[in-house]
């Protein structure tokens, strides 16, 4: 049976996958009892299918009882950043060969002589001109012959590819001749994953548009490989629900529509955990929240602005300086090659560093016990007295003590001449700089001031280490949700499902024609509505919102505005203009309230709402925890302060009001939060643990 055409089952259960560099987390939700399970296992990089059933298993699950399966992958930005994807080909309008990797001719770095620029995934000699032409406002001025895109055919056969772009000039306008292209190469080629530049984007911008062109078709045969794999697996266990995929605006679309455009998954699991932090914080009623994910390969960092998801329109994939740019929209998510498995080395000159490689699930870190040699954070982190050996995951998957004590001493501290401990905790102090610095990316380089924002931290590792980043932050509350290490895969379960379209349009804000608006809006919006009812039943309101990318007459570059319906309904241009300038003030830090503006695209999602599982409150109890909660204590050490004896606490036995003053520990099955000297701790109504930063 085809991904996303399965029949859905009035009620049962929602299982939810998040596959990461190194561990697989399932979260089940019942939606009969109102239960909510968890599962935690390695990622299997070889058959990553059989860490989703693992987990499946250790939540205690099965896929026939389940009505809907969410998931999301690294799978699609990993092939990028790897360069693994599949060997692809670019067919393009004559005189446009070179735009790909022209581009924007932009020097990030005007005095670094050891610039490098970005590296196409297509090769010059895989890129193809055919004599096409369409104008600007879509009118045909060259006809497409289809005899040169026969004269292609064996050429593409001969050079072994296996997937091709397609991008003429224009064709977000009229895409008349990208189709007929498709066509015939799908008839003449049936065996090529084929990608079309105007099904991805509909907004101006050449060198963007065949960018996100060649990495869909980079990425395709893959994900698509990878999305079948699981329908399969779906079908042999009996699956009768419908198999959704996370988009990187944090929305659900049908498996169907993942293989074609394989690019809109490409934050999938970072993306479904800033959706959950937004639903976190509307819960508690908290307006704005920095959202901190650590796992064992990355860290990532997101914003919830005034109850708002930051979405951008256009993405760096692999950095500023070097990245491919993707223009779909997205939601604005910064990341950094540091994990709870990242490796530690020695750089020439003696330097210590940390990451961007990871140990991964295999080795994985020295301490797994799976032949890892190289010292990581998570090896760190153990010998500091923040893990404890024995209950790793609950007590399934001991730690070995002696084993990162030797990567750690043999790979580090030997040759630095430092004493084991000072080179564990100087590992940890060098990969808390690192996040933070990513934080800084989603606040401080767009214009917001950390210090504002509270930070919710999740992922495996991500309590282990807030702290630490708020204090160089200076951020003053920390808030760590209900399971932590699995908090991406249940925000897979709050979100909804989502369509996006944009379309160009470029017109002066004072001359725009607001029934043309209503027009182009209208059809996006029906579209999108007939979408999210056709790809799943278990819609039960949609919700639309509107927006546009503005800029200020004779400026380059346009920012993404959220506007309300009513100002384009009622034709209100100042409205509007406010609506710009304020999202200029946000971004840029100024505005311009007395320039003239202009439209260049319009924007519209389309959400369709789907029933969540809701926040329940815990068992309330007095300042002080009960007894039970206390488990152990143990030496943890500390920068500035050595080893202290620690508090060690059970989360499952903490009760709303309970407060903790650091140093303290509190353990769970997937994860532990250190509370540092200084901080203090108290449980909400919910049992999210929520700290007051001290030195902040």
Known sequence: MAIGQHAAPASGTRIAA?????????????????????????????????????????ADSVFSDAALFLHGTTVAINTMLERTGARTALVITAGFRDIYEIGRVNRPEAYNLYFRKHKPLVPRALRYEVHERVTAAGEVLKPLDEAELERLVPILRREGVEALAILFLHSYRNPAHELQAKRYFAEHCPDLFITVSHELSQEYREFERASTTAANAY???????????????????????????????????????????????????????????????????????????MGGTTAKAGVIHHGRVLIAGTAMIGGYNEGL???IPMIDIQEVGTGGGSIARLAAGGALRVGPESAGAAPGPACYGLGGAEPTVTDANLLLGRLAADRFLGGDMGLDVSAAETALRDRVASPLGLDLYRAADGIVRIATAS?????????????????????????????????????????????????????????????DLRRDYVRTLFARLEDVAFDDIEMIFRAMEEEGTRSVHEAAANVSAVHLTRGAD???????????????????????????????????????????????????????????????PQLSRIKVGGAQSSSSALRAKRPVYFTDHG??????????QLEANNRIDGPALIEEYASTTVVLPGDALTVDAYGNLIITVGNS
């Open 18 to 58: 998040d596959v990461g560099g190194t561990f697989t987390d399932v979260a089940v939700f019942d939606e009969r009892s109102g239960a909510l399970r968890l599962g935690k296992t390695l990622t299997t990089p070889q058959h990553l299918v059989d860490g989703i059933e693992s987990g499946v298993a250790r």
């Open 219 to 293: 990425v395709g045969p893959r994900v698509s490989h990878y999305l079948a794999e699981i329908d399969q697996h779906l079908e042999r266990s009996g699956f009768p629900g419908t198999f959704l995929v996370v988009q990187s605006t944090g929305g659900l679309y049908d498996g169907d529509r993942a293989r074609r455009e394989c690019i809109r998954m490409l934050e999938s699991g970072p993306a479904a955990g800033v959706i959950g932090t937004q639903a976190l914080c509307a819960a508690i009623d908290l307006p704005s929240a920095i959202a901190f994910d």
């Open 325 to 327: 740019p993707i223009q």
């Open 435 to 495: 996040m933070s610095n990513v934080v800084r990316r989603v606040t401080t380089e767009r214009g917001l001031d950390a210090r504002d924002f509270a930070m919710v931290a999740y992922g495996g590792a991500g309590p282990l280490h807030a702290a630490l980043v708020a204090r160089e932050l200076r951020i003053g509350k920390l808030i760590i949700p209900n399971a932590p290490g699995h908090f991406s895969a249940f925000g897979m379960l709050l979100a």
């Open 550 to 612: 503005m800029r200020y007459v004779g400026q380059e570059h346009a920012v993404a505005v959220d506007i309300p319906r009513e100002h384009f309904l009622n034709g209100d241009r100042a409205a509007i203009k406010k609506c710009f300038d304020e999202e200029h003030r946000v971004r840029y830090g100024f505005a311009s309230e007395t320039e003239r503006a202009e439209i260049v695209s319009l924007r519209c999602s389309i959400n369709g709402v789907m029933a969540k």
């Open 643 to 652: 080893f202290l004896e620690t508090p060690a606490y059970d989360r499952a």
